[in-house]
C-alpha cells in the first residue's frame, strides 16, 4: 500500500478513548472509509462481517481488540483484567473458524496476560498494547521477509496470477502474496498480474485491483473461471496465492477457488506459489482434512456480495457457499515464509523453517 | 421447459405481420419478457446481446430470422430473394464466432435457398419457412434423443453438476445437458444438480436454476470455484455439459469455466459428458486449437451482467473476458449426441455416429 493510503489495522488513541482503527474493506473499491472500533463487539462483527479480512490481518485485529478490552474495561484489579483477557479471546476465537493467525494471536495475547500478573492494572494494560503492537509490527516485518525470499522467483517479466486478495489489506501491510509481488516489482522487474475476481465476494476485483493500480503494477481482471484456459495458452508464469491455514503436510486452505487453480496450474506445469507467515502453519493438524471449513450465508452469492437489490437467481434456490478450500501440498511447488522458502516435501521443509523464528515472536509450540 | 412455458425462440403470425419470438433471456429470471423481431436487424441484435444463446438455439434463431428477411422483403423475384438470403446469412454470421451450429443453420437455410430456385417468389418464401420450422422441430427431436440417450448414463440419485445453461433456454427446448437431467428425472430417478453460477454472465444462477425449478428438479447453486472441493468431497457423481463447437478430434469449445470443471473432473475420476447434437461437431477443424473464441466486452465483468451501477472494481482496470474455453478430448468421458453416445477415442466415435444422421436433416459434410 502507498504511504499515503490509511493502515489495514492499528490502534489508535482518539478524543473518545482508544480505539481499533480499520479499513472497512466492504466498502472499497467505492469508498475508502475507516471505521473506529470502540468496543470489543464492534472488532468482532468487523470481523464476522469481513470489514476487515485476511488470516494475517484477522490476527493483527484480534490482538488490538484484546488490548482495546482491556483499557476499555472499568476494572480496578489484574485478576479481573485477566478474566477480560479470557472472556475476549473467547469471543473473538467464535468470529471465523479456518483462519488459525486468529488463534494464534489470541494465545499470544493470553501468554502476555498470564505472563503479566504480577503487574498493577495499568501495567498490565500497557503491557497488553505493546503486545499487540508487536503482533501488528511483526506481521509488517514478516510480510517484507517473505517479499523479498519469495521475489527471488518470480522471473522478470513474468506474467503472475493470484486468487483473492494476500495483499497489504489482508495483513497489517505489504501483503503476504502481493508482498512476493510488491516486492519483484520493488526490484524494478516488469510484473503483470493476472487478478482472479474471486467470487462470491470479489477480493479479487474490488481489493487486489486496487491494491495494484495504487501501486502502479500492471494488472488484468478476470473471471475466476478463466484462469485455465490462460495457463493452457502458456500466458501465466507462475501463480502466487495466500494462505488461511497450512497444515503440518503442507496442505493449505485458502480462499474457494485456490484448489482449481492449483489443478490447473499442475496440469500446465504452472509453478504455483503459497506465501503466508510461520504462524499460519498449524503443527497441530496433521492434514488439511482436519482443517474447518467456513460456510458464509447464501446472500454473498445471490446478491453479489451486497451490491444487487434483487438477486441472480430465482427465489428459494439453494446455496451452498463454502468459503475455502484445501489445496493438497502435492500441488504446492513451495511455501514461501519469512523463515525461507519450504520446498518439496513440504512436511519437513516446514518444521525446519519454523524450528528457526527471526524474531523472539515466534509461533506457538506444536501441540501435537 | 413445463408445457406452461413460452418456446425460446419461434415463428409467430401477428397482426403486424411475421415475426421471430423470443424469451429475452438477458431479463431472467427477475422478468419473463417475450421479443418479437420484426426484422432481421432486431435478430441479430438479440443473438449478439445474448436475448437468445446457446448454440442450437442461435442455430434456430439464424434459420428463423433467414425466413423473416426473405418474407419481409418486398423483392418480387425470387432471383432478389436469394440475394436476400445471402445478405441475411452474411450478417447474421457476423454476429458470434464461436458457436458452429450458427453457420450450420445458415448453411442449410441457403441449401434451401439454391435448391429452391425455380420457385416462384411465393413458394421460395414457404420453402424457406418450412426449412426453418424445420430446423426448430429438427432440434427438438434431436434434443430429446440427446436426453434418451445420457440418461442412460446417470446413475439414480446421482449428484449431477453442469456449468452455463444447456438446457430448454438454450435450444429450441427440453435441452442438451439438462435434456439429459430432464429424461432421467422423467425416469424417476432421483436427481439433484450441483449448478454452477457461470460467471460473467451467470447463466447458471439465472437460467439453469429457474429451468430445474420450473420442473422441481433437486439443484443446489455454487460458485463456480466450489465445484473442485465438491468433487474432492466426493458429492459430484457426473459432470454434464453442453457444447457451441466440437473439433473432428472431440475437443470442446464450451462456455468459459468448462475447461478448469473438466481438469477437476479428471483429477478425481468423476465421468465427464459433453451433450450435443451432431450438427455442433465441425469436421473441418482437426482440434480444438482452430476454434475461434470470442472475446467479450469488459462490462459483463465489472457490471455483473449489467445489474450493477456502479463497477465491482476500479475503474481503469483492464478485463479479459474470453467468452468460451476448450475443453481437450482426453478430459471427455463421452459425447451424448442424438446419433447415439461417441466414446473413446472419440475422433472415430463421432465420425461414425454422425455418418448415421437419424433424419434427412444431416449435419453439413466435412469441408476438410
Redesign the interface.
Known amino acids: 500500500m502507498s504511504a499515503a493510503m490509511p493502515r489495514t489495522v492499528c490502534w489508535s488513541e482518539t478524543a473518545a478513548g482508544p480505539v481499533v482503527r480499520l479499513i472497512d474493506q466492504t466498502l472499497l ?2 469508498q475508502l472509509v475507516i471505521k473506529d472500533c470502540r468496543q470489543l463487539d464492534e472488532v468482532c462483527e468487523a470481523i464476522r462481517s469481513l470489514r476487515v479480512r485476511g488470516a494475517p490481518a484477522i490476527g493483527c485485529a484480534a490482538a488490538l481488540a484484546v488490548a482495546l478490552a482491556v483499557h476499555r474495561s472499568v476494572a480496578d484489579t489484574t485478576e479481573e483484567l485477566i478474566n477480560v483477557v479470557g472472556h475476549a479471546a473467547r469471543e473473538l476465537a467464535a468470529t471465523r473458524p479456518t483462519a488459525v493467525n486468529l488463534f494464534w494471536a489470541l494465545e499470544r495475547m493470553q501468554q502476555v496476560a498470564e505472563q503479566s500478573s504480577d503487574f498493577g492494572p495499568d501495567e498490565f494494560r500497557a503491557a497488553l498494547l505493546q503486545a499487540a503492537e508487536e503482533v501488528v509490527a511483526d506481521d509488517l516485518e514478516r510480510c517484507r521477509r517473505i517479499g523479498q525470499y519469495g521475489a527471488e522467483l518470480i522471473p522478470d517479466g513474468a506474467n503472475v496470477l493470484t486468487h483473492c486478495n494476500a495483499g497489504a489489506l489482508a495483513t497489517a501491510g505489504y501483503g503476504t502474496a502481493l508482498g512476493v509481488i510488491r516486492a519483484a516489482h520493488e526490484q524494478g522487474k516488469q510484473i503483470h498480474v ?2 482472479d ?4 465476494l ?1 477480493q479479487g ?2 481489493l487486489t ?2 491494491e495494484l ?1 495504487q501501486e502502479g503494477i ?13 495457463m ?1 495458452a502458456g500466458r501465466v508464469d507462475c501463480v502466487v496465492v495466500g494462505a488461511d491455514r497450512i497444515a503440518a503436510n503442507g496442505d493449505t486452505a485458502n480462499k ?2 485456490t ?2 487453480v492449483a ?2 496450474a499442475g ?1 500446465h506445469q504452472v509453478p504455483f506459489y503459497v506465501a503466508a507467515p510461520c504462524s499460519t502453519v498449524d503443527f497441530s493438524l496433521p492434514s488439511g482434512d482436519e482443517i474447518p471449513i467456513e460456510e458464509r450465508g447464501p446472500e454473498e ?2 446478491y ?2 451486497g ?2 437489490a ?1 438477486p ?3 427465489a ?7 468459503a475455502f ?2 489445496t493438497p501440498a502435492e500441488l504446492i511447488t513451495a511455501i514461501i515464509t519469512e523463515a525461507g522458502v519450504a520446498v518439496q516435501p513440504l512436511a519437513s521443509s516446514l518444521a525446519e523453517l519454523s524450528s528457526e523464528p527471526f524474531s523472539s515472536l515466534s509461533a506457538p509450540e506444536s501441540s501435537s
Open positions: 473499491p467505492g493476472w487478478v475476481e474471486t467470487r462470491p470479489l476485483a474490488r485491483a486496487w493500480q500492471a494488472c488484468t481482471l478476470i473471471c475466476d473461471s478463466a484462469a485455465a484456459s490462460l493452457r474457494i477457488g484448489y482449481p489443478i490447473a496440469r452469492v445471490t453479489i456480495a451490491r444487487l434483487q441472480i437467481c430465482p428459494e434456490v439453494n446455496i451452498f457457499n463454502p478450500d484445501v
